[in-house]
């Protein structure tokens, strides 16, 4: 099985892997080192965004390599890499259209390589909460627009369009047991049943 982990900055996606590791013995991979780690300006923001989409690709292709011996759970993904983050960017115009455009090429041609996940699990929270989490691990928090942003392409864009089996976590309005459960009954649903083989997108979804 191969679990992919969604959400907005301080949303609460590691507790999630941790209950997985910890709770089902599933095995994190991490995304290999980005090419670029500068906190980007507008002139930076191209490669910083291109950097995130080439290292959650490979990322993927080493999941779905493992997706038979082990279960795996990665953090993001090539999806909302360039479907929510890559088009805040754009929203906010701190991308250009054109380096927009050039994403989506890419992202078209890596797509046709990998096969969907197993499961995706994307995990909500408060916007009070995910400014103070990001505060804690940042210099600063990330601004709350900024967070409302990304949260609203998730709602819109990203999550409609996931054509495989789906478990939402709410870290504000469920207690760390009630998402424990809800993990572990959703994931031996799937299991059993053996769903997760259809694509994740539509054909539509880049028009």
Not at 56 to 85: C, G, N, P, Y
Not at 170 to 184: A, G, P
Request: charged share 30%; proline share 4%.
């Amino acid at each position: 099985m191969w679990a992919v982990v969604t959400g907005i900055p301080g949303s609460g996606k590691n507790l999630v892997v941790d209950m997985l590791r910890k709770g089902q013995g599933f095995t994190r991979l991490e995304d290999p080192p980005l090419s670029h780690t500068r906190k980007p300006e507008s002139s930076d923001r191209f490669e910083k965004e291109l950097s995130y989409v080439m290292s959650r690709f490979r990322t993927q292709m080493t999941a779905q390599e493992l997706i038979d011996r082990k279960d795996i759970v990665t953090v993001h993904s090539l999806w909302d890499s360039v479907f929510v983050f890559a088009k805040a960017a754009f929203v906010g115009q701190t991308l250009s259209e054109r380096d927009f455009k050039t994403i989506n090429s890419v992202y078209a041609d890596l797509e046709s390589l990998l096969k969907p996940p197993t499961v995706a699990i994307h995990v909500r929270t408060g916007m009070i909460d995910a400014v103070n989490r990001t505060a804690l691990r940042e210099k600063e928090a990330l601004p709350s627009e900024e967070l409302e942003c990304l949260n609203r392409l998730y709602e819109e864009e990203f999550l409609p369009r996931v054509r495989v089996p789906l478990i939402e976590i709410d870290t504000k309005e469920q207690s760390i047991e009630d998402i424990r459960k809800s993990l572990e009954f959703s994931l031996d649903s799937i299991k059993s049943s053996g769903v997760g083989s259809a694509s994740i997108w539509t054909s539509s979804f880049f028009r």
